[in-house]
């Protein structure tokens, strides 16, 4: 076992005792899809779906956006593909959909909260998703991003219920949401932690602005406290919470991430074998213990270091 492990092993993801947790690719276009599914992932965590929508001058019709996600839904059969509704604004202004200025961007109608304003916009796409679903019959699971507030969840979850999509959920990377997750998970069918985001608006530190780099460092402790909060609320709830954003695919931070709670691993495919090799090499009692370790400590720095001095080697 422990040899296939340090190997990188092909079977699904769980620790050295047999706790599961889905090791699944972060993906962002048709030719990403094409990739990852000839690796040994058990599908995808994050289908990030803006490069449909940015750059043009017209919306991408409801028969383009059905041919593209059949074809990535076809290219994992009967792995789970967890799609991600367009998560423009922001940065990733839309030509077609353009709000106007705002003063702080990230802070503006990004996300959910634009396909709440530009719900043709928001209603294409989850047509088009229901469209490759039923084509396909694949294991589709469709998600919001930046939901803030329960009632931003039930609104986007009886939009996708209403066409038949078997599974809804929400990103948390939005601190009220982490921190209210049980009231948010009772509405939806599962939840996935946006680390990039969340650290963003936990520390009120921009992400784009590498100055801000110490601030953003992702063992940092109130981030793992957040994320705690968000995992105690899926715990309750007995709904699954994994984590698509970048903390995901650090080999540390991942046995960190599995001692707090979360149920899958999302990221860059190349990370996948790594991941899997310490998580093999440790057991959930001790993911555990890594993760009391990290939140005892009162830096990320301080917190890198707790979780290595007690680790596998292998680490
Ligand atoms: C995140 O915020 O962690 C995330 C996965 O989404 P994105 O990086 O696309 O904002
Ligand atoms: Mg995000």
Redesign the pocket.
Known sequence: RREAALAGGTGKGCTKDGYPVALLA?IGTVEDARRAAAQPVEGVG?F?T?FLFLDRDTMPTLEEQTATYTEVFSAFGERRVVV?TL?AGADKPLKFADLGPEENPALGRRGLRLGMIRTDVLDTQLQALAAAYHATGADVRVMA?MVATQAEAVWFAERVRALGLPKVGV?I?VPSAAIRSRGILYHVDFA?????????YTMAAD?MQGELASLLDPWEPALLDVIAMACEGGHTMGKPIGV????GGNPGLALVLVGLGVTSL?MAPSKVAAVRTVLAAHTREQCQQFAAAARAATSAGEAKRAVLAIADPIL
């Open positions: 972060n994050l990030r803006e991600r998560d991003p990103m990377e996935s932690l946006g680390t990039n985001d969340l650290q963003q992400r698509c954003g970048e903390a999302s």
